[in-house]
């Protein structure tokens, strides 16, 4: 009945059951990329939100504490149904991933140690650091905006990798210390930045 | 596989829920900001975990299919084993699923309206980018925590030579996670890395 190819938005997910098993369905196809399964999803394929709407979504999910993938699922779906709606949401992100992976964290232990699975590993693990460090990579870039400028913000790097790895400060005080100076300071260089401004 | 011989009590399985949900509230800039505190607490700290099962963790929560922060929960899954078998390492995946998950998702359940409507306030950017640097700061730091265990020249340089290849290719090609990863695991399975 409706003309395929339509510009209009759709309204949304039909239900609660809908929001669980389109998150399911976003997961299971989220090997270290779940933000392009995301867009995909639920801008192209879905139309639930546009990608202006998803990318505002994204950037509060990055503020908000917590793994950025699950607080936007939690986001999308307190959106439409609120705290259920969340929960659904939450739920569908994570319980089937959760079940296959004790499946898989089981067969790995039932492996006893073959060193084919082991050397696998071995050579997943040096890939997800440089997943990692890739990541890092990535987010340089957009430093070069910031209100502190772009040097004090590399400076952030041997510190932090002096705190931890040298220091062996707590996560917390990590944060606390070195996270709380640069946001300390860049609140102060917002402003100054819209005094210059205004 | 189990490499320590754990008899965790009550009080200190508490502990470690106790100490994931923190991790979770400390979680900014996503999940792979807590490695350096998770590795400090199960590895260092409190010894419940080896090396190879911190690295082994992250590596399967990579492999499987969803978020990545689940390598909580194989996390938690090899503190239990430790502990004597797989019943306890089912509960170990439960309280590192619990401790990652919960409550960042109820703050971010409670406060979304009002962080978007707060969202152009000072603070709220302040903290959004004043947070920026120490995150990849952080990030740098667990890929350096992940990689310590491999100083060993003569057998661990072609690790280090599959880590910078694999750290090009995903950063200057397009080239999808899998394309890289497969191979990477086909290499390391026979043996090559």
Same mark, same amino acid.
């Given at each position: 009945m409706s003309v395929p190819q339509t510009n209009e938005p759709s309204p949304g997910p039909k239900g609660l059951a809908d929001l669980y098993w389109a998150f399911t369905w976003i997961a299971l196809q989220g090997f270290g990329g779940v933000m392009g399964v995301m867009y995909r999803e639920l801008v192209e394929r879905r139309r639930w939100l546009?990608?202006?709407?998803?990318?505002?979504?994204?950037?509060?999910?990055?503020?908000?504490?917590?793994?950025?993938? #699950?607080? +936007?699922? +939690?986001?999308?779906?307190?959106?439409?149904?609120?705290?259920?709606?969340?929960?659904?949401? #939450?739920?569908?992100?994570?319980?089937?991933?959760?079940?296959?992976?004790? +499946?898989?964290?089981?067969?790995?232990?039932?492996?006893? #140690?073959?060193?084919?699975?082991?050397?696998?590993?071995?050579?997943? #693990?040096?890939?997800?650091?440089?997943?990692?460090?890739v990541t890092a990579l990535k987010l340089l870039p957009a430093l070069r905006e910031h209100p502190l400028g772009f040097t004090a913000c590399l400076l952030a790097i041997p510190l932090t990798l002096a705190a931890i790895l040298w220091l062996k400060w707590p996560l917390l005080v990590v944060l606390a210390v070195l996270g709380g100076s640069y946001c300390v300071l860049t609140y102060r260089a917002l402003g100054r930045g819209a005094a210059q401004r205004s | 596989m189990a490499e320590l011989a754990l008899e965790l009590t009550a009080w200190q399985w508490w502990d470690l829920l106790w100490h994931f949900m923190g991790l979770s509230l400390l979680a900014v800039g996503g999940g792979v900001s807590v490695?350096?505190?998770?590795?400090?607490?199960l590895v260092l700290q409190q010894g419940w975990l080896t090396q190879t099962q911190f690295s082994a963790s992250l590596a399967l929560a990579q492999v499987a299919p969803g978020p990545n922060v689940l390598f909580a929960a194989v996390m938690g899954w090899h503190v239990g084993l430790n502990n004597g078998n797989v019943y306890w390492a089912l509960l170990g995946g439960c309280v590192g699923l619990v401790g990652i998950v919960l409550p960042s998702a109820v703050l971010t359940t409670v406060a979304t309206r009002w962080i978007r409507q707060q969202s152009e306030r000072r603070e709220v950017r302040a903290f959004k980018q004043g947070m920026a640097p120490v995150v990849v700061g952080l990030m740098l730091a667990s890929a350096a925590l992940l990689m310590a265990p491999y100083q060993v020249v003569e057998t661990d340089w072609k690790l280090w030579i599959l880590g910078l290849v694999a750290l090009l290719l995903l950063w200057r090609t397009k080239l999808h996670l899998l394309w890289v990863l497969v191979p990477a695991a086909c290499l390391g399975a026979l043996g090559w890395v």
């Amino acid at each position: 009945m409706s003309v395929p190819q339509t510009n209009e938005p759709s309204p949304g997910p039909k239900g609660l059951a809908d929001l669980y098993w389109a998150f399911t369905w976003i997961a299971l196809q989220g090997f270290g990329g779940v933000m392009g399964v995301m867009y995909r999803e639920l801008v192209e394929r879905r139309r639930w939100l546009t990608n202006e709407e998803l990318l505002e979504l994204w950037s509060i999910a990055q503020v908000l504490p917590g793994p950025n993938m #699950g607080n +936007l699922s +939690l986001i999308i779906g307190e959106r439409y149904f609120g705290v259920r709606g969340a929960i659904a949401a #939450g739920l569908g992100l994570f319980s089937v991933p959760f079940v296959l992976l004790m +499946l898989l964290a089981l067969a790995y232990t039932q492996s006893a #140690g073959h060193p084919e699975v082991m050397g696998a590993l071995r050579a997943v #693990g040096v890939v997800v650091v440089a997943l990692i460090a890739v990541t890092a990579l990535k987010l340089l870039p957009a430093l070069r905006e910031h209100p502190l400028g772009f040097t004090a913000c590399l400076l952030a790097i041997p510190l932090t990798l002096a705190a931890i790895l040298w220091l062996k400060w707590p996560l917390l005080v990590v944060l606390a210390v070195l996270g709380g100076s640069y946001c300390v300071l860049t609140y102060r260089a917002l402003g100054r930045g819209a005094a210059q401004r205004s | 596989m189990a490499e320590l011989a754990l008899e965790l009590t009550a009080w200190q399985w508490w502990d470690l829920l106790w100490h994931f949900m923190g991790l979770s509230l400390l979680a900014v800039g996503g999940g792979v900001s807590v490695l350096p505190g998770a590795h400090r607490y199960l590895v260092l700290q409190q010894g419940w975990l080896t090396q190879t099962q911190f690295s082994a963790s992250l590596a399967l929560a990579q492999v499987a299919p969803g978020p990545n922060v689940l390598f909580a929960a194989v996390m938690g899954w090899h503190v239990g084993l430790n502990n004597g078998n797989v019943y306890w390492a089912l509960l170990g995946g439960c309280v590192g699923l619990v401790g990652i998950v919960l409550p960042s998702a109820v703050l971010t359940t409670v406060a979304t309206r009002w962080i978007r409507q707060q969202s152009e306030r000072r603070e709220v950017r302040a903290f959004k980018q004043g947070m920026a640097p120490v995150v990849v700061g952080l990030m740098l730091a667990s890929a350096a925590l992940l990689m310590a265990p491999y100083q060993v020249v003569e057998t661990d340089w072609k690790l280090w030579i599959l880590g910078l290849v694999a750290l090009l290719l995903l950063w200057r090609t397009k080239l999808h996670l899998l394309w890289v990863l497969v191979p990477a695991a086909c290499l390391g399975a026979l043996g090559w890395v």
